[in-house]
């Protein structure tokens, strides 16, 4: 039997499409800011997937999974019902910036309120009117900060339901992280629902290989369950996940001009070569080696670097 599914005092009638506006705040012009929502509900009872991109405005590789996946008509399924938000922070999006234009972190003020900031409100929204439709969620991210992310969900282990959707996705990474407070995943987890959220690449930056990689997870989710058109089609990766339990951020030991030297996603060995350190003169050279072996999952490519910045970042051995 189907249930009712409302949102925004929408009633979404089974084998019809919907384009949302989700209007709930103005520029300082009096402009309207429209958050476009996209629904497709199939005639057959199945899941509520909830598929969302750009809660932070300049991560374009997120926005550019979900758009994808609505441009191919993967979004339309034979049973249950997609909702799409390619672009959940429009504000930060029309500026290339991270945050709401009150300053705050969209993705740390989750489950949000009636009455608070801005971005606070918005949060509310998404958590009153759309996060209870959903039965999954699959959220698209980005590094941010010039930091490049080799394509990984992060999950904790301890939700298991979501960590054995995880595996459906097959990213090439599978990250055990534990849920951060007041963010979109924290709030999915409090509401009992299951969680992906994907990292890859750099905000502000649109990379093919890391948005096909997403994409060709989240056709894999959906046809897992069975919400796929026969006729969309699904790859398989010829390796599975590789699993990573513990990892460390290598610090940089002095102020100066950065030069990686491995990519995101390597393995490296115990004191391997992975960049240098300089300064603009030409007078000082300094070798970073991995201090152990593992994974780079995260990689700066800021061409300047203070002492204490965060570098890189290596999976760890269980032992």
Request: charged share 25%; glycine share 8%; hydrophobic share 40%.
């Given at each position: ?264 996603g390597k393995k490296v060995e115990k004191d391997e070569f992975i960049a ?44």
């Amino acid at each position: 039997m189907l249930k009712q599914l409302k949102i925004f005092d929408t009633l979404i009638e089974p084998g019809k499409s919907y384009r949302l506006n989700f209007n709930m705040a103005k520029l300082y012009t009096s402009t309207s800011i429209e958050v476009p929502v996209i629904v497709e509900r199939s005639k057959k009872a199945g899941p509520v997937v909830l598929i969302t991109g750009g809660i932070h405005g300049d991560e374009i590789n997120g926005i550019e999974v979900v758009r994808q996946l609505i441009a191919k008509k993967i979004n339309k399924p034979i049973i249950g019902t997609v909702i799409a938000i390619p672009v959940l922070n429009v504000f930060g999006f029309l500026s290339g910036t991270r945050e709401f234009p009150d300053g705050r972190d969209l993705n740390r003020v989750f489950p949000g309120t009636k009455s608070g900031a801005l971005a606070s409100r918005f949060a509310y929204q998404v958590t009153k009117e759309i996060l209870p439709q959903a039965d999954i969620i699959l959220d698209f991210h980005t590094g941010g900060a010039q930091r490049f992310n080799a394509p990984h969900l992060r999950v904790s282990q301890l939700e298991t339901k979501s960590w054995d959707l995880a595996q459906v996705f097959n990213a090439p990474f599978l990250v055990n992280g534990s849920n951060v407070k007041k963010t979109l995943r924290a709030t999915c987890a409090d509401l009992g629902k299951t969680y992906l959220l994907f990292e890859g690449g750099m905000s502000n930056r649109s990379d093919k290989h890391i948005v096909a990689t997403a994409v060709n997870g989240a056709i894999r989710v959906l046809d897992h369950l069975k919400m796929l058109d026969a006729t969309i089609e699904v790859k398989t990766p010829k390796k599975e996940s590789v699993v990573i339990t513990k990892s460390k951020w290598i610090r940089a030991n002095y102020s100066g001009l950065l030069h990686p030297k491995v990519p995101c996603g390597k393995k490296v060995e115990k004191d391997e070569f992975i960049a240098t350190i300089t300064d603009p003169y030409g007078e000082f050279r300094y070798q970073v080696k991995a201090p152990h072996a593992g994974y780079v999952i995260n990689v700066n490519f800021s061409p300047l670097v203070y002492q204490g910045d965060a570098i890189f970042h290596i999976s760890k051995n269980d032992d």
